[in-house]
């Protein structure tokens, strides 16, 4: 019962991620620059926005997880298991598959135009550049997780789990202002699974291996530098 919860809240929280579409190329041209600066905030806030909800309905029920390379770093620091973590990853997936879908269904000539929202490397950057933003980007949010959501912390001060979506939210706003222009940002490798899938355009698919190889290496690096170094600070208590 616990994992069909569980399910269900995977797929709907997924299942809004792939209804703002990132409307600064599609993978061949680039829009005016004019464009490009005015449409990045508005993207961040929505993204930021949309996960600071989506983890505070669905932390009560699963735990929050809207992201695979957020369950594969809590699955490295022993916080979930192997099984569930799998269940996790299918499930967000699905969602992020259903949502692209119903934004095709709704707005298929917006969303053809758009490039389906799916994550590539930007003319002017290299794989290097897309790869490194990635794992970066993933790092900040995976970290801001574990900060987050730290029992010791949580122990300490009683606020910070009522708290808890809002950095992460913040960190998800920060993190899309950054890498928009590099990527279209990814961080998330089932959002861009999802894109790709119903995108399904040769472009779509050229770089789609840096929005899984980026966010894992930057989710497990957050989770071996919190889990080995801040894990071993002390923190302070209150006097």
């Not at 029920?61 to 099984?83: D, E, M, Q, W, Y």
């Not at 949502?99 to 002017?124: C, D, E, I, R, T």
């Not at 279209?184 to 894109?195: D, E, H, K, Q, V």
Request: charged content about 15%.
């Amino acid at each position: 019962m616990v994992l069909l919860q569980g399910r269900d809240s995977r797929v709907h929280g997924h299942f809004p991620l792939p209804l703002r579409l990132h409307p600064h190329r599609d993978g061949r041209r680039q829009v005016p620059q004019q464009v490009l600066h005015r449409g990045c905030p508005g993207i961040a806030w929505a993204f930021g926005g949309m996960i600071f909800a989506l983890v505070y309905c669905t932390a009560g029920i699963s735990g929050g997880h809207i992201n695979p390379a957020v369950t594969f770093g809590l699955l490295l620091a022993r916080k979930l298991s192997l099984t569930r973590a799998i269940f996790y990853i299918v499930m967000q997936c699905l969602g992020a598959i259903c949502g692209a879908g119903v934004v095709k269904g709704f707005q298929k000539g917006l969303y053809m135009g758009n490039g389906g929202g799916a994550n590539v490397v930007a003319p002017g950057y290299t794989k290097g550049d897309g790869l490194g933003a990635e794992i970066i980007g993933t790092f900040v949010l995976v970290y801001t997780v574990f900060s987050a959501t730290d029992a010791k912390r949580n122990a300490r001060d009683s606020h910070v789990p009522i708290l808890a979506p809002l950095p992460i939210g913040f960190a998800v706003f920060l993190v899309h202002l950054a890498t928009i222009p590099i990527t279209g940002t990814g961080i998330n490798p089932a959002r861009s699974l999802g894109a790709a899938i119903i995108y399904n355009r040769e472009h779509a698919w050229d770089d789609h291996w840096i929005f899984w190889v980026g966010p894992f290496i930057g989710a497990a690096l957050a989770a071996i530098y919190h889990q080995v170094v801040i894990r071993a600070i002390p923190f302070k208590s209150r006097a």
